[in-house]
């Protein structure tokens, strides 16, 4: 089985920063895609950044310039650096990874982190 831990969330002013890491454990062979969601109360959740293991990445138009995401795949993690928080971006965030274990391909969802943002 496969486990994702995150840490990192809090609350912030706006303008301030936080920083996110997720680290994978288990009967791991192989991590794909990493990437960090959230979701804010009534609403859908979203996808914020991709980051494949070669290290390219993808970002939510309303995070671009202020997030930055990142992997250390030796380590099994991923970090997303948040600066110039906005109220808007309060959510509860969580890591995905898409994983090879000795037996499968699988996706994997951390539990998931409250970021509070306030005005």
């Known amino acids: 089985q496969v486990q994702l831990l995150e840490s990192g969330g809090g609350l912030v002013q706006a303008g301030g920063s936080l920083r996110l890491s997720c680290v994978a454990s288990?009967?791991?062979?192989?991590?794909?895609?990493m990437a960090w969601y959230r979701q804010a109360p009534g609403k859908q959740r979203e996808l914020v950044a991709t980051?494949?293991?070669?290290?390219?990445?993808n970002y939510q138009d309303s995070v671009k310039g202020r997030f930055t995401i990142s992997r250390d795949n030796a380590k099994k993690t991923v970090t997303l650096q948040m600066n110039s928080l906005k109220p808007e971006d309060t959510a509860a965030y969580y890591c995905?990874?898409?994983?090879?274990?000795?037996?499968?391909?699988?996706?994997?969802w951390g539990q998931g982190t409250q970021v509070t943002v306030s005005s």
């Open positions: 995905y990874a898409s994983v090879r274990t000795s037996a499968a391909w699988g996706i994997y």
């Open positions: 288990g009967n791991i062979v192989e991590i794909a895609t």
């Open positions: 980051i494949f293991s070669e290290g390219s990445g």
